[in-house]
């Protein structure tokens, strides 16, 4: 029987999935199947794996950590792995950002970052925007607006979630079509009219926002737009949590796009990179806000488990240490390159990027979809996002090699030129008819 079929009878249905590939092993860039077969790996496994997968360095100090202590609790003993990432965490994040909660993923971090504003603010509103992933825990969820998908079944959830609009201009559908500075204003205008209408601004906890849309789209926010969040939840007295579980340690070209954009963040939620292949999470903010957090309110069994916390750190010591941020902008300049072929085509609505994070969206999902599986059939593993799928994104290794990232992109060209090839055709006949 095989690994799908055996797959099929044991894991749930409940989980979707873009392919049944069989994993025998991954190599920096490259996943090899129990056949033997190579796929380039422009996934990451979502946004997880920035220095490739089984980077020695990082296999090597998860091997040496699980000889030495696999597991205990943070609250019943200290060890070395989650004292030594936050103090490395303490150097990299924006400045101010030095203490840390660890947790074991995304929505446990931003489930973390909820609990952690009510009770800091003693307001129980949470606004957040359109587009927007945060996970799938029921607090998380209620935050979360990429796709309405995810809430069927799910309801009632979290009260005081408010979604405020997002400046993406092309999921906007105010006619006529407006750049990113109208859609911006028409974002913060909304925010003003949602105080006034909806939520008194002095029961707003934090506002918690992804300053690039990730399962949304691939859909960077205006700085302007992250700068006037700060400037508001100022003035009504909110914390600003940004969400950058799927942007920090690199991906968009920086630490974190707090650090790139210039804008200060009063809670910070990581995870994916941060563990470097292994689950962990964590909820990072000031000292002083920390003090608010009452002690024995919050807490995790696995939270800092000093494997993950090891492979955390020898994940970010080789980012550092093979200038990886630096590199994330040749990675994703050469993704922008490749793409050039085509990035006029009409079907074509968008091609945008922000550091090693490039989005192809196209104007229907049946193409996109047709394009990663045509990119499979080339031995390229691809992954779409944004609210109906109709974007592809690219998520490649930070220390990929150049040739094989040239060649990756050049065979989801080929596989996108024959994606939007039927339809052309579609359209020459009907305008012969
Ligand atoms: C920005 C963001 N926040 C939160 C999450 C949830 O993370 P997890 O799947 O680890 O719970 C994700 C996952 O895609 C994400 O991209």
């Not at 913060?188 to 918690?208: G, K, N, R, T």
């Not at 309110?297 to 750190?313: D, E, Y």
Request: charged share 25%; net charge neutral.
């Amino acid at each position: 029987m095989s690994l799908e079929q055996r797959a099929k009878r044991v894991l749930s249905p409940v989980l979707g999935h873009y392919t049944w590939l069989p994993l025998e092993r991954g190599e920096g860039s490259w996943l090899i199947t129990k056949d033997g077969r190579r796929v380039l790996d422009l996934t990451c496994g979502i946004a997880v794996t920035p220095v490739g997968h089984c980077h020695p360095a990082v296999v090597r100090a998860v091997a040496d950590q699980a000889g030495k202590l696999m597991h205990m609790n943070v609250g019943v003993a200290t060890s070395e792995p989650a004292v030594a990432l936050g103090e490395m965490l303490r150097d990299v994040l924006p400045s101010g950002i030095d203490t840390f909660v660890f947790q074991n993923s995304g929505a446990e971090s931003v489930e973390g970052a909820i609990k952690f504003a009510r009770q800091a603010t003693g307001r129980p509103a949470i606004f957040a925007f359109r587009g927007g992933f945060h996970g799938r825990t029921i607090g998380a969820l209620s935050v979360t607006s990429s796709k309405s998908t995810y809430r069927k079944g799910y309801l009632p959830l979290m009260p005081e979630a408010y979604i405020a609009p997002f400046p993406y201009p092309l999921g906007c559908r105010i006619r006529p079509p407006h750049d990113a500075a109208a859609c911006t204003q028409h974002a913060l205008d909304e925010i003003d009219q949602m105080l006034e209408h909806e939520v008194p601004s002095d029961l707003v906890a934090a506002m918690i926002v992804e300053p690039v849309l990730g399962e949304g789209g691939y859909v960077p926010a205006p700085a302007a737009f992250l700068k006037e969040l700060r400037e508001i939840c100022d003035r009504i007295g909110a914390l600003l949590i940004l969400d950058e579980i799927q942007t920090a340690f690199g991906r968009a070209g920086a630490w974190t796009v707090a650090d790139r954009y210039g804008v200060r963040p009063d809670i910070l939620t990581l995870a994916k990179a941060l563990g470097g292949g292994l689950p962990l999470g964590a909820v990072a903010a000031s000292r002083e806000l920390h003090a608010k957090w009452q002690t024995g309110t919050h807490g995790s069994t696995f939270g800092g488990n000093p494997v993950s916390c090891a492979s955390g750190l020898a994940t970010l010591r080789v980012i550092q240490e093979e200038r990886l941020i630096e590199r994330a902008e040749t990675v994703g300049a050469i993704v922008e390159e490749e793409l050039r072929p085509i990035a006029r085509d009409e079907r074509v609505r968008e091609i945008r990027r922000i550091g090693a994070m490039v989005a192809v969206e196209f104007d229907d999902k049946a193409r996109s979809k047709s394009a990663i599986a045509g990119a499979l059939e080339r031995d390229v593993l691809l992954i779409t996002c944004g609210s109906h799928d109709q974007v592809v994104r690219f998520i490649p290794p930070l220390n990929i090699a150049e040739g094989d990232l040239r060649q990756g992109v050049r065979a989801f060209v080929e596989a996108a030129k024959a994606a939007l090839e039927p339809a052309r055709r579609g359209s020459e006949a009907l305008s012969r008819t």
